[in-house]
């Protein structure tokens, strides 16, 4: 029997860490303490040679729980990672938290930033180099970051995304609206218990990995490229933790949060997205298109069974 049972599939920069933190506070439900293993992006290229055995070791602890959770946001955008995670497990629940794609990309643009994976130096520049970047397969081997992380704009098309889900799990999938999750957490969590049929606990939903400037782009990508050479020559101890193995790139960060998005982006993307978001609405009866939600406030939907397929 499949030991793992439980995905949070996506969208990154959605919420996915605030809700697999608040989630790991029920007594039903399992996901390894540390937190370099909470995503272990097995069902992608990204553990290409890792085995099944390697994969549910990490989750063997929880073993007596109802629930054992992945939480790889690299699940949604990849095309192959339903039918992977169906054959695995077909009986799996899955969870998708889903945000407006423009302040998901934006706010994806300054964590790879923030980590040292991405050097463009705006995040139009990123958006501009994202057709080259898509178009050429050799430029996947070289990127420090996955492929999926870098395509700011294709990760946000969540329409056909969510539809691999729904076709293999069909109402084993719910569907999360980010804005509603930071507005009414309460409310969406316990929706999200019911959904797993767990006894409601008091879990909270606290803020995690919030977006902070860095000095520059160019040089905290320069301080990831140095400590990934160091972090070989260091004893072990020193990468058990994340804070520990980002130590060096750490120095680049500043107190400030990042500026808001240009306005004209904005409307860029707005435009970009307008068709996939109709298409989202009209399947899956989730509006991630209403002026509130570009503020990351409540979204929209029209009744109490959203998130299901039609």
């Not at 007594?27 to 293993?37: C, R």
């Not at 130096?121 to 970051?145: C, H, I, V, Y």
């Not at 767990?198 to 803020?207: C, D, Y």
């Amino acid at each position: 029997m499949p030991l793992v049972n439980l995905f949070i599939v996506g969208a990154a920069k959605a919420g996915t860490s605030s809700l697999w933190a608040a989630l790991r506070g029920h007594p039903d439900i399992f996901a390894p303490a540390d937190e370099l293993q909470k995503e272990p992006s097995f069902f992608t290229p990204i553990a290409s040679g890792r085995g099944t055995y390697w994969y549910e070791s990490l989750f063997r602890e929880g073993r007596d729980r109802a629930y054992r959770m992945d939480s790889s946001t690299a699940y949604l955008a990849t095309p192959e990672s339903a039918a992977a995670i169906h054959d695995y497990n077909p009986h799996a629940r899955i969870i998708i938290v889903l945000r407006n794609p423009g302040s998901r990309a934006y706010s994806l643009y300054l964590w790879m930033v923030a980590e040292g994976y991405e050097w463009a130096p705006s995040f139009e520049a990123a958006l501009d180099l994202e057709d080259t970047r898509a178009a050429n397969p050799q430029d996947r081997k070289s990127m420090p970051q996955y492929f999926w992380n870098y395509m700011y704009r294709r990760s946000g098309l969540y329409a056909d995304q969510v539809q691999r889900f729904t076709k293999l799990f069909a109402q084993n999938v719910l569907l999360v609206n980010f804005h509603e999750l930071v507005a009414r957490p309460a409310v969406e969590l316990a929706r999200i218990q019911e959904f797993l049929r767990v006894e409601r606990a008091a879990l909270t939903l606290e803020r995690e990995n919030p977006s902070m400037q860095v000095i520059s782009p160019r040089l905290s990508f320069a301080a990831r490229q140095v400590q990934q050479k160091l972090s070989s020559r260091l004893p072990a101890r020193f990468g058990q933790t994340k804070r520990a193995r980002d130590i060096l790139l750490s120095l680049c960060a500043t107190n400030r949060r990042p500026p808001p998005m240009q306005p004209a982006t904005r409307v860029a993307l707005d435009a970009y997205f307008a068709e996939d978001l109709a298409q989202l609405y009209e399947r899956y009866d989730v509006d991630l298109r209403q002026t509130k939600s570009l503020q990351d406030g409540p979204g929209a939907s029209r009744d109490k069974a959203r998130g299901h397929m039609k």
